[in-house]
C-alpha cells in the first residue's frame, strides 16, 4: 500500500473553539473538575467555574497591557496548571500563544521573541530571569512578568478596569482557522522554524484522538498524569483532548520524583516520551540490581518472560498469536505476583495504558510494557502535523508500527521513501518563511523527511529520517536509529550516535548509564573509581564491545559499528545535546566530540 486515507468525522465551527467550550461548561457544568494541580502537599481541584473565571482575570489583564487579536504572547514556563490557565487566557483575548521551553537557552529565547514579534513574555522563576537578563529582548516585547513573582495577580488587578463586554469581543474576533499557536521546532538539524498552527488543527487533533480507540481515557472519572513539557505539542494536544472529553488533567513538572505522584494522583493514562518509558523500565532494573545479584536475576527473568508473552500474543488485526504452553502460563503468573504487580503499582495500580510519541520507541520496550499488563501505544506526528498524525490503540496495536491514521488524516509514501501528511491537522505555515513553506507544503501534502512504510492494512512503519541517514565513503546508506536502539538496549548504556557520513567506516559515541555504572562497579571491585577511569577498563569495555556485536548482528557488515568511544557522562539536555523532548541533537554532539571522533578514523 502506497497511500490511505482515514475520513474526517466532523466539521467545526466557532462553537467548538476551545476558550468557548470553556465558558459554556462554567455554566452548563460548574462543579465538574477538569484539572489538578499539587500544592501544600495534596491534589487540588480546579472547577469549570473556578477556571474560566480564572483565565477570564488573566485575559482582561493582557487586554490591558496592550494585547489585541492577532497579538503574540510568549510563554516560557514548565508543566504546571498555570501554564494552561495563560494559554486559555491568551486564546480569549484573541491573540496568539507562542511556547517556549523551560529550558531554553538566551540565545534560543532571543531568536523566538524576535521571530515571531511577541508582545508580551510570560516567564516562570528566578532561572528564567538570569535567561532574560542574558537576552537582547526586542523591542516589539513590552512586558515581561513571571509566575513565580505574582505574574496572574498583577496581570488581574491590570484588568480590573477591563470590562466583560471587551473580553466578549476579543474572543468573538476567532474563528476555526484563526491561528491558535505558533510553535517553535525543537531544532535538532538547524535553527528552529515558527509552525502556525489554527484552532482547527487543534481541534482536529483533539477530536480526531476521541474517536479513535486511543481516546477511551478521555471520559468522566478517568484521570491522566501530565508531566510531559506543556510547549511540546503532543503534552498540549493530549491535555486538551483530556479536557474536551471530561476527563481530569493532573499537573507535575519535576521528573526527578515523579514516581510518588503515580501513587498519589492514580492515574488512568500516561503520557511519555520514548525516553521517559526507557527510564521507567532501567529505573525498575537498576532497583533490582542494588539489592543484589538474586533480585538481578528475577527481574531479568521477568522481563524475558514478559517480552515472551508479548510477543506469543502477537498483533491486533492479524491472526498470528500463539497459545501459551503450561510452564509459560505457570512461570507468568508467578512472576505476576512476584513482580508485574508491583510495576504496575509503582504506576498507581490503575493506568490502563500509556502512549508515546516524540521519538521511536524500542520494540523490547513496547514488549516488557505489554507483558506487564500497561501498554504503551505509539504514534506518530510533528509539530507540523499538530502531534499525532498515526496511532496503535486498544485493539489497534501493532508493535514496530507507528498505527494507522488518525480521523481526517491521509498517508502516503512518496516514490523517495518519504511520508507525506495531508489532512485538517496539518499546519497553516511557517512563521515569516515562505520558502519553507513551499518546501514542505506540496500540493496540499507535508513532507515530513521521515522515511517509511504503509502494511496491507495501512499501519506506518517509519524506518528513519531522511536527513539522518548516513552515506559512508563506500556509498552504502545507513539508517542509525535501528543500531542505535540495539546498543542502547544494554543496561550499561545511555545513548549511542553512530558516526560515518563521508568516512571508511561507521563509528559510535555511546555514553555510560551513570546508575547502571555504579552498580557494575560495585559488583566488579571497583567501587569509589571515577567514570573518566571506569571508561577505560578493559571489563566494561568488554561489556559495551559485546552490546556492539549483538546489534552488528541485525545488519549488514557495511553498516554496523567497527569501532567507538565510551563517553564517561550521559548527553544531557542543559549541555545542549539533547531536545526537551530528550531527542540527540546530533550536529551538536559530533561538534562536542570532534576530537574523539577523529581519533577513531586516524
Known amino acids: 500500500m502506497r497511500e490511505i486515507t482515514v475520513p474526517a468525522q466532523r466539521t467545526f465551527t466557532r462553537s467548538d473553539l476551545i476558550p468557548v467550550v470553556a465558558r459554556g461548561r462554567a455554566t452548563t457544568e460548574p462543579r465538574a473538575v477538569p484539572f489538578e494541580h499539587h500544592g501544600d502537599g495534596r491534589w487540588r481541584s480546579v472547577s469549570n467555574a473556578e477556571l474560566v473565571e480564572r483565565v477570564d482575570t488573566i485575559a482582561a489583564g493582557l487586554i490591558a497591557a496592550g494585547v489585541e487579536p492577532g497579538d503574540r504572547v510568549a510563554l516560557m514556563a514548565g508543566t504546571r496548571l498555570e501554564w494552561v490557565l495563560v494559554d486559555l487566557a491568551v486564546w480569549t483575548a484573541g491573540a496568539i500563544t507562542v511556547p517556549i521551553y523551560p529550558s531554553s537557552s538566551a540565545g534560543q529565547l532571543e531568536w523566538i521573541l524576535a521571530d515571531s514579534a511577541a508582545k508580551v513574555l510570560v516567564a516562570e522563576n528566578d532561572d528564567h530571569v538570569v535567561v532574560v537578563g542574558d537576552t537582547d529582548v526586542p523591542d516589539t516585547c513590552t512586558r515581561i512578568l513571571y509566575l513565580d513573582d505574582g505574574a496572574l495577580e498583577t496581570l488581574a488587578a491590570d484588568g480590573e478596569a477591563v470590562e466583560a463586554e471587551t473580553l466578549d469581543a476579543a474572543v468573538a474576533t476567532l474563528e476555526p482557522d484563526t491561528p491558535a499557536s505558533i510553535i517553535y521546532t525543537s531544532g535538532t538539524t538547524g535553527r528552529p522554524k515558527g509552525c502556525v498552527i489554527t484552532h482547527r488543527n487543534l481541534l482536529s487533533e483533539c477530536h480526531a484522538l476521541l474517536d479513535h480507540p486511543i481516546g477511551s481515557m478521555a471520559q468522566q472519572g478517568k484521570k491522566v498524569l501530565m508531566f510531559l513539557p506543556l510547549a511540546h505539542v503532543l503534552a498540549r494536544a493530549v491535555t486538551y483532548t483530556v479536557y474536551l472529553g471530561d476527563a481530569t488533567v493532573g499537573f507535575w513538572d519535576d521528573t526527578s520524583t515523579i514516581l510518588p505522584r503515580f501513587a498519589d494522583f492514580r492515574p488512568h493514562m500516561i503520557l511519555g516520551v520514548p525516553r521517559v518509558f526507557e527510564k521507567v523500565r532501567d529505573g525498575i532494573a537498576t532497583k533490582a540490581a542494588a539489592k543484589g545479584a538474586v533480585q538481578r536475576g528475577i527481574f531479568e527473568r521477568a522481563e524475558a518472560i514478559a517480552i515472551e508473552d508479548s510477543v506469543r500474543r502477537g498483533n491486533d488485526g492479524l491472526d498470528d498469536a500463539r497459545r501459551p504452553s503450561l510452564l509459560h502460563t505457570v512461570r507468568y503468573k508467578a512472576l505476576d505476583l512476584l513482580?508485574?504487580?508491583?510495576?504496575?503499582?509503582?504506576?498507581?495500580?490503575?493506568?490502563?495504558?500509556?502512549?508515546?510519541?516524540?521519538?521511536?520507541?524500542?520494540?523490547?520496550?513496547?514488549?516488557?510494557?505489554?507483558?506487564?499488563?500497561?501498554?504503551?501505544?505509539?504514534?506518530?506526528?510533528?509539530?507540523?502535523?499538530?502531534?499525532?498524525?498515526?496511532v496503535n490503540g486498544p485493539g489497534c496495536q501493532r508493535i514496530g508500527t507507528v498505527?494507522?491514521?488518525?480521523a481526517g488524516t491521509s498517508v502516503r509514501i512518496a516514490d523517495s521513501g518519504e511520508v507525506e501528511l495531508a489532512g485538517e491537522l496539518i499546519f497553516d505555515r511557517y512563521w515569516n518563511n515562505e520558502e519553507a513553506t513551499a518546501e514542505a507544503l506540496r500540493d496540499g501534502w507535508f513532507a515530513t523527511g521521515d522515511l517509511g512504510s504503509l502494511d496491507g492494512d495501512g499501519y506506518l512503519t517509519i524506518t528513519g529520517r531522511a536527513k539522518e541517514i548516513i552515506v559512508t565513503a563506500g556509498g552504502k546508506n545507513v539508517s542509525p536509529g535501528q543500531i542505535e536502539d540495539a546498543i542502547r538496549a544494554h543496561r550499561l548504556v545511555g545513548h549511542a550516535v553512530l558516526i560515518g557520513e563521508a568516512r571508511k567506516f561507521v563509528s559510535a559515541l555511546i555514553t555510560v548509564d551513570e546508575a547502571e555504572l555504579e552498580n557494575w562497579a560495585a559488583e566488579n571491585d571497583h567501587s569509589g573509581r571515577p567514570a573518566e577511569d571506569l571508561v577505560t577498563d578493559p571489563e566494561l569495555r568488554a561489556e559495551i564491545q559485546f552490546a556492539v556485536d549483538r546489534a552488528n548482528r541485525q545488519v549488514s557488515h557495511a553498516e554496523g559499528v567497527k569501532k567507538f568511544v565510551l563517553l564517561p557522562r550521559d548527553f544531557t539536555e542543559d549541555s545542549g545535546e539533547l531536545t526537551a523532548t530528550l531527542k540527540v541533537k546530533r550536529h551538536v554532539i559530533a561538534d562536542h566530540y570532534a576530537g574523539q571522533i577523529e581519533g577513531m578514523y586516524a
Open 339 to 390: 513482580v508485574y504487580k508491583a510495576i504496575r503499582e509503582a504506576l498507581g495500580g490503575r493506568c490502563e495504558y500509556a502512549i508515546s510519541g516524540g521519538g521511536a520507541l524500542p520494540d523490547r520496550i513496547s514488549h516488557f510494557f505489554r507483558g506487564v499488563g500497561v501498554p504503551v501505544y505509539e504514534g506518530y506526528g510533528l509539530t507540523e502535523s499538530t502531534a499525532a498524525a498515526t
Open 403 to 406: 498505527g494507522r491514521p488518525v
